[in-house]
């Protein structure tokens, strides 16, 4: 068997999540039945994040073993002849050890969230941005951002549903920039609970409209009470950015 890394682009408008679902396509499902009909194998992929449905991906890195002899490039082109015309793109393919693992080999991820700050209606960006009419203060939403940074008990931005063991996540940066008209926030983290991102995406509006401050985003972190959560933006913003991994001394960037 060879392991093969993949690192994946996707528009998530089409899909219920990267995860099978019973209940509707996924990343996952497309991917595999392209290389199972690829290899005449039963192929099963594993990949560094997941993401909702609607979320999207510049950088996912993902894996499959492959017994059939087939070149890295030649199963990259297999890949994606037969993947279209689903919003999926194989970006690079290489051969990796087979203990590395695209989910527990990862020392770290990174997201971006889009908000395009305009008034006028989404036509190019409808699906890929939330719209956000009233002018922000992106200063405001990076200096407030801080307060996030570390190692805290993030319950008020977990997801009901979350299943993560503890509520207790390490987040190494939190920034919000303009450019344009848009409003980009990145977060990176070693892991992240389900809807942390786009919960503290929610609260780093309202500051941008003047609604928050940095106390009271500090507050809604202490109180560790989902019910204080002020806003939980929308999966359509936000993109698995990449995935990060080491192995030693060396340090790895597959996406």
């Given at each position: 068997?060879?392991?093969?890394?993949?690192?994946?682009?996707?528009?998530?408008?089409?899909?219920?999540?990267?995860?099978?679902?019973?209940?509707?396509?996924?990343?996952?499902?497309?991917?595999?039945?392209?290389?199972?009909?690829?290899?005449?194998?039963?192929?099963?992929?594993?990949?560094?994040?997941?993401?909702?449905?609607?979320?999207?991906?510049?950088?996912?890195?993902?894996?499959?073993?492959?017994?059939?002899?087939?070149?890295?490039?030649?199963?990259?082109?297999?890949?994606?002849?037969?993947?279209?015309?689903?919003?999926?793109?194989?970006?690079?393919?290489?051969?990796?050890?087979?203990?590395?693992?695209?989910?527990?080999?990862?020392?770290?991820?990174?997201?971006?969230?889009r908000i395009l700050n305009r008034r006028a209606p989404l036509t190019l960006a409808k699906g890929q941005a939330w719209q956000m009419p009233k002018p922000l203060?992106?200063?405001?939403?990076?200096?407030?951002?801080?307060?996030?940074?570390?190692?805290?008990?993030?319950?008020?931005?977990?997801?009901?549903?979350?299943?993560?063991?503890?509520?207790?996540?390490?987040?190494?940066?939190?920034?919000?920039?303009?450019?344009?008209?848009?409003?980009?926030?990145?977060?990176?983290?070693?892991?992240?609970?389900?809807?942390?991102?786009?919960?503290?995406?929610?609260?780093?509006?309202?500051?941008?409209?003047?609604?928050?401050?940095?106390?009271?985003?500090?507050?809604?972190?202490?109180?560790?009470?989902?019910?204080?959560?002020?806003?939980?933006?929308?999966?359509?913003?936000?993109?698995?950015?990449?995935?990060?991994?080491?192995?030693?001394?060396?340090?790895?960037?597959?996406?």
């Amino acid at each position: 068997m060879t392991r093969f890394a993949l690192t994946l682009e996707f528009d998530g408008g089409p899909f219920m999540g990267l995860q099978r679902q019973a209940h509707g396509p996924s990343i996952q499902q497309a991917v595999e039945e392209a290389a199972t009909a690829i290899t005449g194998e039963a192929v099963t992929m594993h990949a560094a994040g997941r993401t909702d449905a609607g979320v999207h991906a510049l950088g996912m890195v993902a894996h499959i073993d492959v017994a059939k002899p087939i070149a890295p490039f030649r199963l990259m082109e297999a890949l994606n002849a037969w993947l279209r015309p689903k919003p999926i793109a194989v970006l690079a393919c290489e051969v990796m050890p087979e203990d590395w693992h695209a989910r527990f080999s990862c020392t770290g991820r990174a997201y971006e969230y889009r908000i395009l700050n305009r008034r006028a209606p989404l036509t190019l960006a409808k699906g890929q941005a939330w719209q956000m009419p009233k002018p922000l203060d992106a200063g405001a939403m990076d200096r407030a951002a801080q307060v996030l940074v570390g190692t805290h008990d993030f319950t008020t931005f977990r997801s009901t549903h979350c299943q993560a063991r503890s509520p207790l996540k390490t987040l190494d940066r939190l920034a919000a920039r303009r450019e344009g008209e848009y409003v980009v926030i990145e977060a990176s983290a070693r892991s992240f609970l389900h809807h942390q991102v786009r919960s503290m995406v929610g609260c780093l509006a309202l500051v941008g409209m003047g609604r928050w401050d940095d106390a009271r985003v500090a507050d809604a972190l202490a109180a560790r009470d989902r019910q204080r959560l002020g806003l939980n933006a929308p999966p359509d913003g936000l993109y698995f950015l990449r995935a990060t991994y080491s192995s030693g001394v060396e340090h790895t960037e597959l996406a």
